[in-house]
């Protein structure tokens, strides 16, 4: 049901006005100019009817960028409207800064206290940046020094998705799987925390979350048969306060009495356990190197989980419980209230952890607390945030390999045709196995009432049989070969209405757009390419996501744009360049483009890569003139 | 074994290999006519028997034969140099005149790329011969899947289609994303044997000694009756467990239409590397005698014949 423009949007800025009186607590950061958090850009945003709203404890922005999803609830949102629709034009660069690695940068930078705080892939170094200085000069440097056979024992590319500033300090991961707080005035180590163990393939890839007086932090490595976990350790120590895993018993999970998943299929004693054959969910995978979200006002963090492995899945019958899920967590005692999952018994390896926007949104006239996920199953989902129960799910992109959501059960209708099996041919697998979306963020504006899905359009043949070697081992696997779906663009920018579950516009990106983006105030979207360009993008409805500026880096760009107000009260935005990850691996990783199937099939799709990008690792800051 | 036998089982496992990939490896084929006219331009002169070792500018500048290994992969090899493939580079080396030096390197994802192609080695002790990854010699084993079990259990197992599978508690090991794993995985779940089954990561706890060993010792201890592995891990670590273990290679050796249990191991070389590669050939072909006492020492099962 739709509501009348003029109610929205008088709803919308009085509670803007309210929250911007009241500054934002939960953040702890001092509300500098809340005259500036109205949201009365140079014009008015055409808004949509759908009419969502951040939730009040996210709302409040003081300019700065501590998180990589900018807030608790993700939304990746600047109020921020210096650079608007009109003057983004004329955006200029102002400073960069080389990070020094030439691998895949996927970090946000983070900006607190007018410094820069920007994490490297491995070996993960932390640089601090003076913004009060021309030209931005390193402050300091920290090195942790991760164990040099992180690389050899690593699956993928070396990525990091980005360092947390909280209580001032900047905590980061590290590739052999370790915490670390460093204070982020001297750059001097607080505390450094082992949690992974890099020995049995658990590395740590993901962005940690500064909530309350912890730090959450989730494990990579599913494909070395690692058992997925997400942490929590005092921020103050680096004590572990508490572990919960995605596989086996209740008690492992944290599943008590608290216990409430919406759909009978997730109710039951021991499902991490009995829905797996035999002791297989010890090497079940469910890792968790994605994204988290949390509303204070539930007191619940929301956490995906990835696909199950290593078996085929054949071989391993049942939903494979908790894998490819969703969470809803206490974050003080990590207990599990509620559980969702978006692909029970994984067949198309579609990791779960994607990132989730809480948000509050008119739905059949009464305005839920929900959470949107652009999942890599192919579906945007609309849960109830305070139950688990799916609210909506649209397919954002061409799907084939299920034919929906039922919203009565909740339950993912597979399309028998698509089921890969061993040694049989299975063509036209859509999404293919990175998904509709990987880990790269979307972003949420209040003011369009929109989504901006950065995403991939690309589908799969499973054919054949290759044969490989690992560790004096002769194998064979399924020969994956992924390629362009309908249209024959490999990337999407999108614009989605999440009330009314349908596409507002897109643009069709010859790549895939495995960027993040960021959306502001000024109803400008910023994204980058897999081929280097930096793109600044109408976001409002009626413009047909128009490209207002774009900037050539020197790099393929992978990374998360953020944007934020300098000392001189100047807005700025900021990118990491550099191209890698999964899809750009065949650079940054040399790898051999005559080989199709190499990086796990996806080599197929991006053969060209190499003659249209080369490595980098380069910050670029841009401002108006 | 005389080379040309070797030969051909090689050619008949490249023609299985090719029939394999062809679907996805099209420009193999153009790769590999590259090296060819790389081999017929190549500086160095054929050789013929007895000559002066010719190696690679590299090689001959340093008078070093540099091998990537993996510092904790017995039986294959170790930083001690206790593995077989450790025992074959020292060979090699000294027919070579050179000095022996180890790159360690985990054998994981990437082991060749971040190696030998990357150029911090120049010689690779195992690989499956017509591998995609480098430039391979003749072969120097033939290998196969086996069936592990403890002799007081008289099983007298061989094939993957004995009933009595369905039943047993079963040890094989797992190798990483779906539909990839080892061949007794798939050759399990196509037969629909699933319940049963237990997986051991290939990979272990690289932490410990011999991170490979633990399906093994499960065999031993009895928490799997049977494990069924590559033949030179099970060969190598039952030689040296505490009961008698039966080693026993599995039938068929091919689960049609694609899944062979078979495998002919080489060397391997940066691809171009003619010269350097036709040298090994003939040094594998001269060690022969030698190279066969190493592997029974090491307990590796061998496929004598076609089967």
Request: with cysteine; aromatic share 10%; net charge negative.
């Amino acid at each position: 049901m739709r509501l009348p423009r003029l109610f929205v949007s008088m709803c919308a800025e009085s509670y803007f006005l309210l929250v911007a009186l009241l500054c934002s607590a939960v953040l702890m950061v001092a509300c500098s100019s809340p005259a500036r958090e109205q949201p009365a850009g140079p014009q008015r945003a055409t808004r949509p009817a759908g009419g969502g709203q951040v939730p009040a404890f996210a709302q409040g922005d003081d300019g700065q960028w501590l998180m990589p999803a900018k807030d608790y609830a993700s939304t990746r949102f600047s109020t921020l409207d210096q650079i608007n629709t009109e003057n983004v034009k004329d955006l200029r660069l102002s400073w960069t800064f080389s990070t020094g690695v030439l691998r895949g940068q996927e970090a946000a930078p983070i900006v607190a206290n007018n410094t820069m705080y920007v994490v490297t892939p491995f070996p993960n170094i932390l640089y601090a940046l003076d913004l009060t200085k021309p030209g931005s000069p390193m402050k300091w440097k920290f090195e942790p020094n991760p164990k040099a056979a992180a690389q050899g024992l690593a699956c993928c590319d070396y990525v990091n998705r980005g360092a947390a500033f909280s209580g001032g300090r900047v905590f980061i991961n590290t590739l052999d799987g370790q915490t670390i707080a460093v204070d982020g005035a001297s750059g001097k180590e607080v505390w450094r925390a082992q949690l992974g163990d890099i020995n049995k393939g658990e590395t740590i890839t993901m962005a940690p979350l500064v909530v309350k007086d912890k730090v959450l932090v989730g494990n990579s490595g599913g494909e070395f048969g690692v058992r997925g976990w997400l942490a929590a350790l005092d921020a103050a120590t680096g004590k572990l306060a508490w572990r919960a895993y995605s596989t086996g018993p209740d008690a492992d999970v944290l599943i008590g009495q608290n216990f409430r998943p919406f759909y009978p299929q997730d109710q039951g004693k021991d499902l991490g356990v009995t829905t797996w054959p035999q002791d297989q969910w010890k090497i079940g995978g469910g890792t968790m190197w994605g994204w988290i979200s949390y509303d204070p006002d539930l007191n619940l963090i929301f956490h995906g989980t990835a696909n199950p492995g290593p078996w085929n899945p054949e071989q391993r019958p049942g939903d494979n419980k908790w894998t490819s899920g969703i969470f809803a967590r206490d974050p003080d005692t990590g207990e599990a209230h509620w559980f969702y999952q978006w692909s029970p018994h994984d067949l198309h390896d579609y990791d779960g952890i994607n990132e989730q926007i809480l948000l509050d949104l008119p739905i059949n006239g009464q305005t839920r607390k929900v959470l949107v996920r652009p999942e890599r199953n192919g579906y945007v989902y609309v849960l109830d945030r305070t139950t688990g129960e799916v609210l909506s799910a649209t397919a954002y992109g061409y799907v084939t390999s299920s034919t929906g959501v039922d919203i009565k059960t909740g339950k993912l209708n597979y399309n028998p045709e698509k089921e890969p099996k061993m040694g049989q041919n299975v063509r036209g697998i859509c999404p293919a196995a990175p998904g509709m979306k990987d880990w790269q963020p979307s972003a949420y504006s209040p003011r369009t009432g929109l989504l901006y899905i950065p995403h991939q359009n690309l589908c799969m043949d499973e054919e054949g049989v290759e044969a490989n070697y690992i560790a004096g081992t002769p194998y064979v696997g399924e020969n994956v070969k992924m390629y362009a779906g309908p249209g024959g663009n490999r990337g999407v920018f999108q614009a989605w209405d999440p009330v009314a579950g349908k596409e507002i516009w897109s643009i069709k990106e010859d790549l895939p757009v495995w960027s993040g983006t960021v959306v502001t105030a000024g109803d400008v979207a910023f994204y980058g390419t897999m081929d280097g360009w930096f793109k600044a993008v109408d976001a409002r409805p009626d413009h047909n996501g128009q490209v207002l500026w774009q900037f050539k880096c020197g790099s393929g760009i992978i990374g998360q744009p953020i944007t934020y107000r300098g000392p001189d009260g100047k807005q700025y935005v900021a990118i990491l360049g550099g191209v890698g990850g999964w899809p750009g691996a065949i650079v940054a990783a040399g790898l051999d483009p005559r080989d199709p199937t190499g990086a796990l099939g996806f080599m197929n799709a991006v053969t060209d890569l190499p003659d249209k990008t080369t490595k980098g690792g380069e910050l670029y800051v841009f401002a108006l003139p | 074994m005389s080379s040309r036998f070797l030969k051909t089982f090689a050619l008949s496992l490249s023609v299985l290999c090719s029939f394999m990939l062809a679907c996805s490896r099209q420009s193999h084929d153009a790769s590999d006519g590259a090296a060819q006219s790389a081999q017929t331009q190549s500086k160095y002169p054929r050789i013929e028997r007895p000559v002066e070792p010719q190696m690679p500018t590299a090689l001959s500048e340093q008078h070093t034969l540099r091998v990537c290994a993996d510092p904790n992969n017995l039986p294959y090899s170790n930083e001690r140099g206790e593995g077989f493939e450790n025992k074959l580079a020292e060979m090699i080396a000294r027919d070579l005149d050179a000095r022996l030096e180890y790159i360690w390197w985990a054998e994981r994802r990437g082991f060749v790329r971040n190696t030998l192609k990357a150029g911090a080695c120049d010689l690779l002790m195992g690989l499956p011969n017509g591998s995609e990854l480098a430039l391979t010699t003749d072969p120097y084993y033939r290998s196969t899947y086996v069936f592990v079990y403890r002799k007081d259990r008289d099983l007298a197992l061989d094939s993957f289609d004995d009933p009595r599978l369905r039943e047993m508690k079963i040890g094989v090991q797992m190798i990483g994303n779906d539909f990839t794993n080892t061949p007794p995985a798939h050759a399990l779940s196509n037969r629909n044997i699933v319940g049963n089954v237990q997986g051991y990561m290939i990979y272990g706890d690289y932490r410990a000694e011999n991170p490979q060993a633990p399906i093994i010792e499960a065999v031993v201890g009895g928490q799997v009756e049977t494990a069924i592995v590559w033949g030179p891990l099970a060969g190598y670590f039952a030689k040296r467990a505490r009961v008698p273990l039966a080693v026993v290679p599995v039938s068929p050796q091919v689960d049609r239409p694609f899944l062979p249990f078979v495998y002919d191991i080489s060397l391997g070389v940066r691809r171009g590397e003619q010269q350097f590669h036709d040298r090994l050939d003939e040094i594998l072909e001269r060690r022969r005698p030698d190279i066969e006492r190493l592997l029974d020492d090491y307990g590796v099962p061998r496929v004598k014949d076609g089967g």
